[in-house]
T-cell receptor, first 109, second 117 residues
Framework: GQNIDQPTEMTATEGAIVQINCTYQ??????LFWYQQHAGEAPTFLSY??LDGLEEKGRFSSFLSRSKGYSYLLLKELQMKDSASYLC??????????WGAGTKLIIKP | GAVVSQHPSWVICKSGTSVKIECRSL??????MFWYRQFPKQSLMLMAT?????????EQGVEKDKFLINHASLTLSTLTVTSAHPEDSSFYIC?????????????FGPGTRLTVL
């Protein structure tokens, strides 16, 4: 079956760095997405990786290793507004998104 | 950027009634729209995929006669929850893309919170 694993919850301090990991097993691979979702709101797009390596976008970076079925989202200079759930999603061979359960990130002052 | 709207934002209804949720792409034509359901503290669950002018494709376990989807135009899809029951209470989110295959970013609507009493 298809499976996306990511930690349920993480806690970090304002101003620090946090890495949220995601491992996946899917039928085919057409890219990996990271979305941010604040409570009660719809997800918003953060990043897309289809080739191995690191994609940097401001305070957020996303890394992909296709051979390991692994990705991480790196958040630097954490701000209180970064408190949210972070969803990892993989597009399979049918171009359908398979969603992880999300990682709730709690930022403490 | 691409904007997707949903209406209503929240709705409370009595058990046994039907509720219609609209999803609109405001500044682009959406050939494909997706309907998701999200229960508290859980991830998004895809309910169905709809392409303009054709019947929706439902995911396993989703009753197509209970969750009616109509994608009549390139900017509008509707989800009707028929004979709603308390267990249907959830956060319903639609998303839209401009293509039917390949990488096409999904643009999400703001969601509709349904509470069935």
């Amino acid at each position: 079956g298809q499976n996306i694993d990511q930690p349920t919850e993480m806690t970090a301090t304002e101003g620090a760095i946090v890495q949220i990991n995601c491992t996946y097993q899917t039928s085919g691979f057409n890219g990996l997405f990271w979305y941010q979702q604040h409570a009660g709101e719809a997800p918003t797009f953060l990043s897309y990786n289809v080739l191995d390596g690191l994609e940097e976008k401001g305070r957020f970076s996303s890394f992909l290793s296709r051979s390991k079925g692994y990705s991480y989202l790196l958040l630097k200079e954490l701000q209180m507004k970064d408190s949210a759930s972070y969803l990892c999603a993989v597009m399979d061979s049918n171009y359908q998104l398979i969603w992880g359960a999300g990682t709730k990130l709690i930022i403490k002052p | 950027g691409a904007v997707v709207s949903q209406h209503p934002s929240w709705v409370i209804c009595k058990s046994g009634t039907s509720v219609k949720i609209e999803c609109r792409s405001l500044d682009f034509q959406a050939t494909t729209m997706f309907w998701y359901r999200q229960f508290p503290k859980q991830s998004l669950m895809l309910m169905a995929t709809s392409n303009e002018g054709s019947k929706a494709t439902y995911e396993q376990g989703v009753e197509k006669d209970k969750f009616l989807i109509n994608h009549a135009s390139l900017t509008l899809s509707t989800l009707t929850v028929t004979s709603a029951h308390p267990e249907d209470s959830s956060f319903y989110i639609c998303s839209a893309t401009t293509g039917t295959s390949g990488f096409n970013e999904q643009f999400f609507g703001p969601g509709t919170r349904l509470t069935v009493l």
